[in-house]
C-alpha cells in the first residue's frame, strides 16, 4: 500500500500515539518500522516479524493488529500495490466489489416501482449488468432524442401560430424569448401526425432511461424533460398539484421579476460554486462590483478619516520678518572685549601674587581658618570634670563670681582610680632569651642523655623491651659475627630489611611533624600580619603622578599582600596614599614607595615639565585603623577629597599633603 504525503503523516501521528500507549522504549524504532511496513505493502505477519526485533512476540502480535486496524479506522486506501496482481485477485475484487455495491443500493435506497411499460430486453452482445448502463449509451440515446426534437421544432415553424392570451398581470408572453417558453415535449396536442408516435417514443425513453438507472443519478445528464442542447436549463420553480405531469410556465411581472399564477413573487434558486477558487473569484468580482458602485473618496473618508484629530492646514504660515536693535552687535562685541581684557588682568595678578608668596598664605590661611573653626565647633561648653561642681551648663563671663555647689566640697581627699594606658599590651611582655649556639648545642646533648638514661632504666626493669641492634652493613660482620659467616645472604637481607623499618619511622615521624597546607597558610598569614592591639603605624605619601597602571597596581596589590588598610586619593597632581599596619608591614611598604617603583622613569604623564616623585609627609601611630581594604578614589575638586577624609575622621591627613602641595609652589615661585 502506498500512502500520500497527508495521509502517511496523519497516520505516523495515530501509530505514534498507540505506540506510546504500549511501548516504554525505543519507540521511535517501533513507529518507525510500522510506517514503512504499511506503506511498503507488508502484511501482518511479516509487520510482526519485524517488530520482534524491538518488542516481544505477544505485544508484536498486538501492534501488528492495531496497526492494520488504524489504518482501516483512518479509511485510506492504497494508490498501488507492491506485489503484481493476480487474475484470481482480481476476479476477488471484482466479487467484493459487486456484494458492497448490492448491499449499498439496498440500504441506502429504496427499490424503484417497476414503470408500466415493458423493459426492454438486453442486446446479446451487452456485457454489462442490468442494474448500470454506460454513460457513452445514454449520451447517444440523448442524441437521437434531440435530433426528432430539432425536426419537431421546424415542423411547428411551419405552422400558423396560435394566438395566446393576455396573462392577468399584463405580461405579453409573445414577448417571452424562445428560451424561456416551454419545451416542444409539452405540447404534445400540436402539430402533425406524427406528433403522437414522438410523445410514445419519448415516454418509453423516459421510462427505459427510469428504469436502468433507478435511484442512482449520474452526473453529467441534463434535467428531464429532455431539451434541445441549444436551449438553457430553465428554473425550476414551485409546481402546483396538478400539473405534475408539465413544467410550469416563466411568467414575468412589469418589473422583471419571476411571479407565479397568483401573482407572488418566486425565488430561483442559483447556483453556488464549492470550489475554493470560484468561491475566491465571486468575492473578487462583488468586491469589484462594490468598489465600482462606492467612489473611492468616501471608502478612503469612512476607514481612515477619525473625526477626533484636527485636521491642520498643508500650507507653511509665513513669518514676518524681525529686525535686530540697532547698536545690539556694537554691545555684544564691547562686553566680549572687556571679558577678555579683565581674564587678562586676573593672570596677571595671579602670577604676580604667585611670585610674591601672597596665594600661598592666603590658601594656608583658609586652611588655619577651616581648622580653627573645627576646633571651635567641636569644643564643649563645660567640661566633664568641671561639670560636677560648676553650678550651670557653662562657664560664667570674666569678672563674674562662679557659681559652685557647696554640697559637693567636703574635707576628703578623692583619689582616681589607676587605668591602663590604651597603649599597653593586655598581656605582660617577657624578654625572651636568645642562646649562642654553642649553649644550644649543649643544651640539645644534656636533654638527649637525660632522655636515654631514663630509657635504660626502663629496660634494666623490664618495663619496656630492649631494642634490637642496629646494624648497618658497615658493621654487618662485627656486630653479627659468625652468624654473617654461616649465611651471609641471609644476614644481608635481615639487615637491609631493618635500614628499610628505620628509615620508614623516620619518614612517619616527620610526616606527622608536617603541617598541612591550611596550617602553612595560617603559619605564613601568622608570619606576615602584626598584632596591632597596641597601636597602629599609619604612614601618608603624596604621590606627584599616577598616569602609569602598573604603578596603581604595585601600590594596591602589595597592600593586600602585606594585609596592610588604607586608602588612595587622586586629584590633579596631588595623590595621597594612605596606608596602616605594623612596623615590619610599614618598613616593607616604604621600601616599595620610595625605592622600588621607579615614578620618573616609568611615567606616563602627558605634561613634559611635570616630575613624578614620591615624598612621605608624615608617619605615626594612632590607636585603631581608620580605612578599610585598600581602594582608589577619584575626586573631582578640593572639598570633594577634604570630605572623603573627613568622613573618615582624618581629614589632617589631607591638609597636611595639600599645605606642603601650597608651601612646595611658593618655593619655586620665588
Keep these: 500500500m502506498s500512502l500520500s504525503k497527508r495521509e502517511y503523516e496523519d497516520y505516523k501521528s495515530a501509530v505514534d500515539k498507540m505506540v506510546n500507549r504500549y511501548v516504554t522504549r525505543d519507540r521511535s524504532s517501533v513507529v518507525s518500522a510500522i510506517t514503512h511496513a504499511v506503506d511498503s505493502g507488508n502484511d501482518k505477519r511479516r509487520l ?82 442490468p442494474g448500470q448502463i454506460q454513460a457513452q449509451q445514454i449520451k447517444d440515446i440523448m442524441a437521437k432524442a434531440q435530433a426528432v426534437i430539432e425536426e419537431r421544432k421546424k415542423a411547428m415553424a411551419s405552422l400558423q401560430p396560435v394566438p395566446q392570451k393576455p396573462a392577468t398581470n399584463g405580461t405579453d408572453f409573445s414577448a417571452v424569448p424562445l428560451a424561456a417558453q416551454p419545451p416542444p415535449s409539452a405540447l404534445t396536442g400540436m402539430g402533425t401526425g406524427s406528433s403522437p408516435e414522438v410523445s410514445t417514443r419519448i415516454a418509453e425513453l423516459q421510462a427505459r432511461i427510469q428504469a436502468q438507472l433507478g435511484s442512482v443519478p449520474i452526473v453529467g445528464l441534463p434535467p428531464l424533460p429532455i431539451m434541445n442542447a441549444a436551449t438553457p436549463v430553465m428554473p425550476q420553480v414551485a409546481k402546483p398539484a396538478g400539473d405534475q405531469g408539465k413544467p410550469t410556465p416563466l411568467i414575468l411581472d412589469a418589473e422583471g421579476r419571476t411571479v407565479d399564477k397568483s401573482g407572488k413573487e418566486v425565488h430561483l434558486t442559483q447556483r453556488i460554486p464549492t470550489l475554493k477558487a470560484n468561491i475566491r473569484a465571486k468575492k473578487r468580482e462583488e468586491f469589484k462590483q462594490q468598489l465600482q458602485e462606492r467612489p473611492l473618496e468616501d471608502t478612503v473618508e469612512s476607514t481612515f478619516f477619525d473625526p477626533r484629530v484636527t485636521s491642520r492646514a498643508s500650507l507653511r504660515s509665513k513669518r514676518p520678518f524681525r529686525f535686530h536693535d540697532p547698536g545690539k552687535f556694537i554691545q555684544l562685541a564691547q562686553r566680549e572685549r572687556a571679558k577678555s ?33 573645627s576646633t571651635v565647633d567641636d569644643a564643649p561648653e563645660v567640661e566633664w570634670w568641671d561639670s560636677v561642681i560648676l553650678d550651670g551648663n557653662k562657664y560664667p563671663e570674666e569678672g563674674s563670681p562662679v557659681p559652685v555647689k557647696e554640697d559637693f566640697i567636703t574635707s576628703f581627699i578623692e583619689h582616681p582610680l589607676e587605668m591602663r594606658c590604651p597603649s599597653d599590651p593586655s598581656k605582660p611582655v617577657t624578654l625572651q632569651v636568645y642562646l649562642t649556639k654553642k649553649e644550644r648545642k649543649k643544651l640539645r646533648r644534656m636533654n638527649r642523655r637525660e632522655a636515654w638514661k631514663e630509657k635504660q632504666e626502663k629496660i634494666r626493669l ?71 592591639s597596641t597601636g597602629v603605624q599609619v604612614s601618608v605619601y603624596k604621590v606627584t603622578d599616577f598616569s602609569n597602571g602598573s604603578h596603581k597596581f604595585k601600590v594596591e596589590t602589595n597592600a593586600k599582600q602585606l594585609y596592610m588598610t588604607g586608602t588612595v586619593v587622586l586629584f590633579k597632581d596631588i595623590n595621597v596614599v594612605v596606608v596602616e599596619g605594623g612596623p615590619k608591614q610599614q618598613k616593607k611598604y616604604k621600601r616599595l614607595m620610595m625605592e622600588r617603583i621607579k615614578w620618573a622613569e616609568e611615567s606616563r604623564s602627558k605634561d613634559a615639565d611635570l ?3 614620591c615624598q612621605l609627609i608624615w608617619e605615626g601611630k594612632t590607636s585603631e585603623r581608620s580605612f578599610g581594604e585598600m581602594q582608589f578614589k577619584a575626586c573631582p575638586t578640593e572639598n570633594f577629597a577634604r570630605d572623603h577624609f573627613k568622613k573618615h575622621g582624618v581629614e589632617h591627613y589631607w591638609d597636611v599633603a595639600y599645605g606642603k602641595k601650597i608651601l612646595e609652589e611658593t618655593d619655586e615661585g620665588i
Design 341 to 373: 581684557r579683565l581674564e587678562k588682568l586676573q593672570g596677571e595678578i595671579s602670577q604676580i601674587a604667585k611670585k610674591t608668596g601672597i596665594s600661598s598664605a592666603a590658601k594656608l590661611a583658609q586652611l588655619e581658618q577651616r581648622e580653627l573653626k
Design 48 to 129: 510482526e516479524d519485524k517488530l520482534m526485533d524491538y518488542v516481544e512476540r505477544s505485544l508484536a502480535h498486538k501492534l501488528a493488529e492495531k496497526a492494520f486496524m488504524l489504518l482501516d479506522d483512518l479509511g485510506f486506501k492504497g494508490k498501488s500495490s507492491s506485489r503484481k496482481r493476480t487474475h484470481k485477485d482480481d476476479s476477488d475484487r471484482d466479487k467484493e466489489s459487486k456484494r458492497a455495491r448490492v448491499k449499498e443500493d439496498k440500504e441506502l435506497s429504496p427499490k424503484p416501482k417497476p414503470p408500466v411499460q415493458p423493459a426492454p430486453q438486453p442486446t446479446p452482445n451487452n456485457t454489462v449488468s
Design 611 to 613: 616630575e613624578s616623585k
Design 462 to 532: 623490664g618495663l619496656e623491651p630492649p631494642p634490637e641492634p642496629k646494624v648497618r652493613m658497615a658493621n654487618l660482620m662485627r656486630v653479627l659475627g659468625n652468624e654473617a659467616v654461616l649465611d651471609p645472604t641471609k644476614m644481608e637481607k635481615h639487615v637491609r630489611e631493618q635500614m628499610a623499618k628505620r628509615l620508614k619511622a623516620h619518614q612517619d615521624a616527620n610526616a606527622a611533624r608536617k603541617l598541612t597546607p591550611d596550617q602553612r597558610r595560617e603559619k605564613k598569614v601568622r608570619k606576615i600580619r602584626e598584632d596591632t
